[in-house]
């Protein structure tokens, strides 16, 4: 992992101009596939779904399907980390409910969600509401299960030498406890973010009016992959961009872990 | 150095023994101390790894409850941490890796319970104090080891306590550092008059810092033998190369000497498993 | 330590129990429309007629078939790709943030491509199984050997070693553990994006069959079929489990 930032200094060539011209060479050849071999029923030339990208984005159907998707996944993240982080600190705080309550987190976590996804449009409806609860669904475990591991990586000389300062219990909470556990919940957001995504994609895909993965169906059915590649490229960057801040967030806060020691 | 002579600390027949871990109860780690520690004096801890120093030092601090005995600053017992009148320097590197300097040192001010408005200053002056003025916005992280430790000094400083407790402050630094911080606590020594209590594993820097040497015996730990050192703070490199000094130090070592084969000899002849600990805790220091 | 996972045992089965408990009495007192809570006895009947007469066995059969096949290819591909980037510091600095990056992105937004270019039929599945398999086998791979100790290799080449010596002493036996976890997430992901991908959108298999059953508004009989496949992929990743530290405990001896 940062094997490859501390090889990047030494090499000639740099891994990522390589990475980039390996990136624009796929697209290169995708392009004289599309024209060539590709039947174009089907797959449409990286041209021709950029081409399609103003025809989609005119549509007002789509562009409300767009933030549709959008609110979906920043309602379910939002709940998530909120939930996430209102079990994690009192689990993780103390032994007792450390033990108590976490081999109960962990079987639910083991239940493999996608099995009670009918359940979730069930229960919630297929409009809105099921995919934010089936993300929140995917979105809280990484979030909980970092914040309970960050718990536990407080340092037993730092509790030691704020005690002997004074500190009280809610100081040493605030200035002790919250800082260790930052790093780590930041980790966790990233992976809740994923998660969180792919939750709400799922659902969306599985059974909705509304949002991207209800349009990529109706592109696909009715045999335009440009206009189906487009949302999907839309999906994708969306996904990428709130991937990028949170893995920013992450190693920003978390400074101090990196570079300590 | 002329000692006001008041006494500041009292150690009344300390006892302690964890309960706590896979030999509760067995492990005798303080036998009956008492120790009387007059006001601004400086005193250094000495003996074998694992003796029960730390343990000692963290009763009188207020961090361990003594399973016997009580003790007593200005008179008063101590039953808890007291922040307004006890610091402490820690050996391992206790500073918040996540916070600058500065903040380290205004949070500790913020624990003792200084008011927000009188941090900032505080902080700056005692960070000036120590030659750390151009480093306040820096990270632990960012600086060396020497400066990390002066850090820590300066944390314990700002608090105005009449006494330091040093546990090993410098005993992860290089040999020349150590020698110079140790220079620059005597000088500090000498302009504050604060009350201190080190404990080190070195022989040099005790009988350098000293005004009087504890030498502990063996763990359960009690009191073997106090050596005073003559000589006014500040003390400097003519003090360290007096022929009075080496012969201190040897008089210390040839102290010491029958409480390490002790500790080695009979962890070497019968408790195999315990060999480890001291052996580590050498390497470290 | 281990007393502590007994208790842990204990908490969940309990936990287990008073759900159970809860879900019976709902069901005596009429609390929740059997549409939506179908009783717990008419599920475990149901449950118990599937299983009997053989019902879920074909299902079973159609999406372990597309599993393995799914799973096949993931490993072929994964195990080849990763150890040729793996080998090399440069390709693993080029390509890791690459298949990282992609990984961070829910392939599940491509299904639909999958549909388009194979078929609603047991092609597409296979396909979206292996490519979910894959990302984790390759990333454990390649991960696995670039976390290997540098003073392994440094000790390795001071002695001389090729780079194909290295591969196979050093890099190879020090990874294998990672590899080996990487596998057993690979092959768990692989059975949860099939089942997915045969709701969405799927003929065959136990995930088009729950959707199927929901549809019909028989509620009982998708509830016995959700807690079939919770069960199989319980028994899975326990099988897993205990191979993966067979594996490690055979590895750590020799
Ligand atoms: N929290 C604890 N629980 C149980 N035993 C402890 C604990 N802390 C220390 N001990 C034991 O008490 C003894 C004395 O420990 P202490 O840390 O006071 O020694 P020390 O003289 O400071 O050693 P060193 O010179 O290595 O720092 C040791 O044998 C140690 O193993
Ligand atoms: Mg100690």
Redesign the interface.
């Known amino acids: ?1 940062n ?2 930032m501390t ?2 200094a030494g ?1 000639r ?1 740099s ?1 990522g101009w ?2 980039a011209g ?2 624009v060479l796929a697209v290169v050849a995708w392009e004289v596939a599309g024209h060539t071999i590709l039947d174009p029923e ?2 449409s030339p990286p041209s021709a779904v950029i081409a399609a990208f103003p025809r989609i984005l005119a549509d007002s159907d789509i562009r409300h399907a767009i933030l549709v998707s959008f609110y979906e996944l920043l309602a379910a993240f939002g709940i998530a980390t909120v939930a996430g982080i209102a079990l994690g600190v009192p689990i993780g705080l103390h032994r007792f409910t450390l ?2 309550a ?3 987190v ?2 639910i976590y ?10 979730f ?3 919630f409806g297929i409009g809105p509401a099921s995919k934010i609860a089936f993300g929140v669904s995917h979105g809280i475990f990484p979030i909980l299960l970092n914040v309970v591991a960050g718990a536990q990586t407080v340092e037993p000389a730092h509790l030691k030498a704020a005690r002997s300062m004074g500190a009280g219990r809610l100081l040493i909470f605030r200035r002790v406890v919250l800082p260790h556990m930052v790093p780590s919940l930041f980790s966790g957001l990233r992976l809740g973010m ?1 998660a969180t ?2 939750g709400v ?2 659902a969306e ?2 059974g909705s009016q509304a949002g ?2 209800y349009y ?2 109706v ?2 059915n009715s045999f335009d ?1 440009a206009g ?2 487009a949302l ?1 490229a839309v ?2 960057v969306m ?2 961009i709130l ?1 990028e801040i949170v893995r920013r967030a992450e190693r920003r806060a978390s400074f101090w872990r990196v570079t300590a020691r | 150095m002329a000692f006001a002579g008041d006494v500041a600390i009292t150690v009344e027949k300390v006892s302690h023994a964890y309960l706590k871990g896979a030999q509760a109860g067995l492990l005798q780690t303080l036998r009956e101390v008492s120790l009387e520690i007059r006001r601004g004096e400086m005193v250094c801890l000495i003996g074998p790894s694992g003796c029960g120093k730390s343990t000692l030092l963290n009763i009188i601090g207020g961090l361990i409850q003594p399973s016997t005995g009580v003790v007593k600053v200005d008179g008063r017992v101590i039953r808890g941490p007291t922040p307004n009148e006890i610091a402490f320097v820690f050996q391992d590197n206790t500073l918040f890796p996540w916070s600058t300097i500065l903040e380290n040192v205004k949070v500790a001010l913020e624990f003792q319970g200084v008011p927000a408005t009188e941090r900032e200053g505080r902080a700056r002056t005692t960070l000036a104090a120590v030659g750390l003025k151009d480093f306040a916005d820096h990270y632990p992280h960012q600086l060396s080891g020497g400066m990390k430790q002066r850090a820590s000094l300066a944390r314990a400083l700002a608090l105005q306590t009449g006494i330091l407790l040093m546990d090993e402050p410098f005993a992860a630094l290089d040999e020349q550092t150590r020698t110079y911080l140790g220079e620059e606590l005597s000088r500090l020594l000498a302009k504050t008059g604060k009350t201190i209590i080190f404990v080190t594993h070195s022989l040099s820097e005790a009988v350098f810092l000293a005004d009087r040497v504890i030498v502990m015996t063996a763990r359960p730990a009690a009191i073997k033998a106090t050596i005073a050192v003559a000589g006014a703070h500040p003390r400097g490199p003519a003090f360290m190369a007096s022929p009075r000094f080496a012969e201190q130090r040897n008089e210390l070592y040839a102290l010491l000497r029958d409480e390490i084969e002790k500790t080695v000899g009979g962890l070497v002849g019968e408790e195999p498993e315990e060999a480890a600990p001291p052996m580590l805790a050498e390497q470290r220091g | 330590m281990t007393g ?1 996972a007994w ?3 204990a ?2 089965i309990g ?2 129990v008073v759900c159970v408990l809860g879900w019976i009495y709902v069901g005596n007192a009429r609390l929740i429309s059997p549409i ?1 809570l179908p009783r717990f006895d008419r599920v475990m009947t149901e449950l118990l007629r599937i299983v009997s007469n053989g019902t879920v066995f074909v299902y079973l059969g159609v999406t372990l078939f597309e599993l393995f096949a799914a799973y096949a290819l993931a490993l072929a591909a994964g195990l080849t790709v990763g150890f040729l980037i793996g080998r090399s ?2 390709w ?7 298949l990282n ?1 992609i990984f ?3 392939i ?6 999958f ?3 194979l078929g609603i039929g047991i092609e597409s599945k296979i396909a979206f199984g292996a490519t979910y398999a894959f990302f984790p086998i390759v990333l454990n791979t390649i ?1 696995g050997i ?2 290997v100790d540098a003073r392994f290799v440094t000790v390795a080449q001071s002695l001389g070693a090729t780079r194909w010596q290295m591969f196979k002493r050093v890099l190879l036996p020090a990874a294998l553990p990672v590899i080996v976890s990487g596998i057993r997430i690979g092959f ?1 992901i692989g ?3 099939i ?2 991908s045969e ?2 959108a799927g003929l065959d298999g136990l ?1 088009s069959q ?2 199927q059953l ?1 549809e019909g508004m028989n ?1 009982a009989a ?1 509830f016995a079929y ?1 807690l079939f ?2 069960l199989i ?2 028994i899975l ?1 326990t099988l897993l489990s205990l191979l993966q530290s067979r594996f490690n405990r055979v590895a750590a001896a020799s």
């Open positions: 992992m094997l490859a090889d990047r090499l060539l891994p390589v990475r390996i990136v089907f797959i033990r108590s976490l081999p109960l962990l079987l083991s239940i493999p969600q996608v099995t009670v996804l009918p359940l449009v069930l229960y994923s995504l792919l994609i799922l895909l599985y991207i993965g990529t169906q592109f696909t992959p189906m590649f999907v999906l994708a996904a990428i991937n | 502590t208790r842990a045992r908490i969940q936990f287990v939506f510091r440069f693993v600095a080029v390509f890791e943030p690459l990056g961070a992105v829910p599940v937004i491509f299904l639909p491509l549909i388009l270019f991960g670039g976390a768990l059975f949860f994006s089942i997915g709701m969405i995930g729950i959707v929901g509620t998708m959700i496949v919770i992929a319980a990743n």
